[in-house]
């Protein structure tokens, strides 16, 4: 149990930009359970074994007003019921201390978690059923006696009736209505063969016939229902690994209340005019501007700049910004409805409904099989009422015909190659939120990528660290550990773990939007802005394109340090991998021209637009839709989601804001920018191994149909052909995970830096 | 024949009593984790969900 060892305690370890939920924030995201209790929902992505669950339960439990602790070892997650009389519990606070990050997951009531267990209890009950009503039917082929073989039919009915009802009510449920709207899907053909084929059976088991398909309708619903259920389990998985992840946007700010009083308002509430405090590690709201306070922040989700801005009294604020080092008091210009945020939202809302709607490929196979399959049963019927003239035959035979073409292998073909390549994804760290989107990744033409945090890791990296005096990279970084500002944090990762002493300082003071300043002895030291550090300003001006930091000793400039934001690892590996697919790609990014041009030239993208605004990046996407372009949008701002939306298919990293997160069909949570192309991959071969599947099942239709409308197809050679049709589908499905037995591997070059931007990662989680 | 009387009710009720199981298990939310719960299986103090 290695891995429960706390996390370590090193002071700039504690400089991540995790919010610590405060406890108002912990009530408003609670619910009440009734007799006096409440439960909040923690993620903990750092659970791994049993060790933790009981370290974790027992600290938890030790906290008054603390009734129940309990962690759910696969969901990486606690739920905790206090009591609602006292105040809410310190659980993040106190999960902190003993090592584990934690952050407050949704817990509302709207959270849709019913469909996963609606489908196993439906799943269980169609198996039992197919299961007992199989057993009557054998001893029936075996050759049962006239009463006998009635009777058996008899119960067969009694099982089979209820059954349909329960278990099929799913499948008539969406067939009804796909045809009240006058569409047809899947399920259409499906009810309507297990409908006709109960009636059938019903009608011969009151006229003593010798042949009922109970069995046949009541395994088409169980095999359908695996289909489904495998399919959901995925999804449902991919949902709350995606829920799971630390919310970006604040629940509420802490506003002024008439002379110097403090109070937690949720976000709704909030009014233009309030004053606002917002304490350093916190994002902003609502829109505002500032009273007092200085700070620096970090508009790389809103804006796509990479550079944070510093902000002085009277500044305008976006919502959504991240405050990063000192307090601020801002009065609200707009209420959360109409701040940035909900402008996004709207937005989004917009491209989603310009967006044409997408038919998935089953849908689109059953409209065109669905009137082949019925007209062929209306033609048998009518063919065997002329040749025998006999109603009862011509029924029995078209019925047999719609059981035996009833699309048990096509109802299968798709989840279930969908289920494999889900999971072939998650285990690459890549959730997808939606079959469909499967589906659509295989036909895209075009990549757009955002810039900042989708390309780059959106977190400023020092620039080339050799080059700099280790003696003055040491001081520097005992500077910066004192400071939250992104350039400090990049010079503390700078130095890491090398050596080189620093004096000891005496004094340690940040000056907010300037920088760091330290007395040792006789001498001053400041890190931060070249016109606020340096005795004479422009004298280590660096004529860099790159923001700059500079270290001097009373006055006098030591040294000058220059970042950059790192590229994702992987980044050069994916572009190039996505370029010899043939694939056009493409940069969009709200920042300035000078980085997006540096990015682009060094990751070979020739197509960029810079300092785009969010809109113009969804009206960027609908016009390459226009242009007949199925676009793969990846990015990961606020600023992107409306792109994301109107996108053919996107894909967005965990890091990114939650309405992306939300908006986007894939989200990957490792760093390697490598799995756009792996997801590309899988999802093409997922698309070959579908329509090999269609084949496979149209084949089987071609070679059994001639045998049902010849009046040769009895239950037995019914359930036979049913059940070989649908393993042979399940078997091909698999194939998926077998031939991708080589795991793709980007090159192993910048594993090193992909470590760095592991750790980057975790501290936005 | 007649043993078949009881036996198929037999049968049909063992079935049902075993689905049931199952259905109350998947309730009372047995299977909302398997991992910790094959951890939990090793912890030696009281430990009641």
């Not at chain 1, 990549?447 to 005096?469: E, H, I, N, S, Y």
């Not at chain 1, 006789?522 to 394109?545: I, K, Q, V």
């Not at chain 1, 016009?623 to 793969?632: C, N, S, T, W």
């Not at chain 1, 192993?748 to 470590?755: D, E, F, I, L």
Request: aromatic letters at 6%; charged letters at 20%.
């Amino acid at each position: 149990m290695s891995c429960c060892l706390p996390a370590a305690a090193a002071p700039g370890a504690s400089h991540g930009a995790s919010l610590a939920a405060s406890g108002d924030e912990t009530r408003l995201a609670s619910r009440a359970i009734g007799e006096g209790l409440r439960q909040s929902e923690f993620s903990v992505p750092g659970i791994r074994c049993g060790g933790c669950i009981r370290t974790i339960e027992h600290a938890l439990a030790r906290i008054d007003g603390v009734v129940e602790a309990r962690v759910n070892l696969t969901a990486k997650h606690v739920s905790v019921r206090w009591r609602e009389t006292c105040a809410p519990p310190p659980i993040v606070e106190t999960l902190a201390a003993i090592g584990y990050r934690a952050h407050l997951a949704e817990s509302g009531p709207g959270r849709d978690d019913r469909a996963l267990p609606e489908l196993v209890r439906a799943m269980a009950v169609a198996g039992f059923a197919s299961g007992n009503i199989m057993l009557l039917s054998v001893s029936v082929w075996s050759g049962a006696g006239a009463d006998m073989r009635d009777l058996f039919h008899w119960i067969s009915a009694a099982i089979a009736l209820p059954v349909l009802v329960y278990s099929g009510r799913i499948f008539f449920r969406s067939a009804w209505g796909a045809l009240r709207h006058g569409r047809t899907n899947m399920d259409v053909p499906i009810s309507i063969g297990v409908l006709l084929a109960f009636g059938m059976s019903l009608y011969d088991t009151i006229d003593h016939g010798p042949h009922a398909y109970f069995d046949a309708a009541v395994m088409l619903v169980f095999f359908l229902l695996i289909g489904r259920t495998l399919d959901e389990f995925m999804r449902e998985k991919a949902r709350s690994a995606v829920n799971g992840l630390a919310r970006l946007s604040p629940r509420g700010a802490t506003a002024e209340r008439g002379e110097g009083t403090w109070a937690y308002v949720p976000l709704e509430e909030i009014a233009p005019g309030m004053v606002l405090l917002i304490a350093a590690g916190e994002r902003v709201p609502v829109d505002g501007r500032v009273v007092s306070g200085t700070s620096d922040l970090d508009c790389a989700l809103v804006t796509g700049e990479s550079a944070p801005r510093a902000v002085t009294p009277g500044a305008e604020l976006q919502a959504g910004t991240l405050n990063l080092t000192g307090p601020l008091r801002i009065e609200a210009t707009a209420a959360a409805e109409d701040s940035f945020l909900a402008e996004m939202v709207r937005l989004m809302q917009a491209a989603e409904a310009g967006r044409s709607a997408y038919r998935r490929i089953a849908d689109r196979a059953s409209r065109l099989y669905a009137p082949v399959v019925h007209s062929m049963a209306l033609l048998s019927f009518f063919g065997w009422m002329i040749a025998a003239g006999d109603l009862h035959r011509a029924v029995t035979i078209a019925v047999a015909v719609l059981i035996i073409t009833c699309p048990c292998a096509l109802g299968l073909a798709v989840p279930m190659v969908q289920v494999v390549a889900a999971r072939r994804l998650f285990e690459q760290g890549i959730m997808v939120k939606d079959g469909g989107g499967l589906e659509r990744l295989g036909e895209i033409d075009t990549v757009v990528f955002d810039k900042t945090g989708t390309l780059t890791l959106g977190r400023p990296r020092l620039r080339d660290p050799g080059l700099a005096d280790p003696a003055h990279l040491a001081l520097a970084a005992a500077l910066a550990v004192h400071s939250r500002h992104p350039h400090s944090r990049g010079l503390v990762a700078a130095h890491g773990t090398r050596s080189g002493a620093a004096p000891p300082f005496d004094r340690v003071a940040e000056h907010l939007g300037y920088g760091v300043e330290a007395s040792a002895g006789p001498d001053l030291f400041r890190l931060g802005r070249p016109d606020w550090a340096l005795a004479t300003p422009g004298e280590g001006a660096a004529p860099s394109r790159h923001p700059c930091t500079v270290l001097a000793k009373n006055g006098r400039l030591l040294a000058a340090f220059t970042f950059d934001d790192p590229i994702r690892p992987g980044a050069r590996e994916a572009v190039d991998a996505l370029k010899r697919r043939g694939l056009a790609v493409e940069i969009l990014s709200g920042d300035h021209t000078g980085p997006v041009e540096a990015v682009a030239h060094e990751l070979g993208i020739a197509c960029f637009r810079a300092g785009v605004r969010p809109g113009d990046k969804a009206a960027r996407l609908a016009a390459l839709a226009a242009e007949g372009r199925k676009v793969l949008m990846v990015g990961d701002g606020l600023n992107d989601a409306p792109a994301l939306a109107s996108a053919h298919v996107s894909m967005a990293p965990a890091s990114a804001a939650d309405v992306g997160r939300s908006a986007a069909d894939f989200v990957f949570f490792r760093d390697s920018l490598t799995a756009v192309p792996l997801a590309l991959q899988v999802s093409l071969r997922a698309g070959r191994l579908t329509r090999q599947n269609f084949a496979l099942a149209f084949l089987y239709n071609a070679v059994a149909l001639p045998f049902a409308v010849l009046g040769f197809v009895t239950p037995l050679v019914a359930a036979l052909a049913m059940s070989a049709s649908s393993i042979l589908v399940v078997a091909n499905a698999t194939r998926l995970s077998l031939g991708m037995g080589a795991r793709y591997r980007p090159a192993t070059k910048g594993t090193r830096v992909r470590r760095q931007g592991a750790a980057a990662l975790e501290a936005t989680q | 024949m007649s043993v078949l009387a009881y036996l198929i009710p037999i049968s049909l009720c063992l079935g049902i009593v075993g689905l049931i199981a199952f259905l109350w298990s998947l309730k009372s939310g047995q299977y909302e984790d398997l991992d910790g719960a094959a951890e939990r299986v090793l912890f030696d103090d009281d430990d009641r969900p």
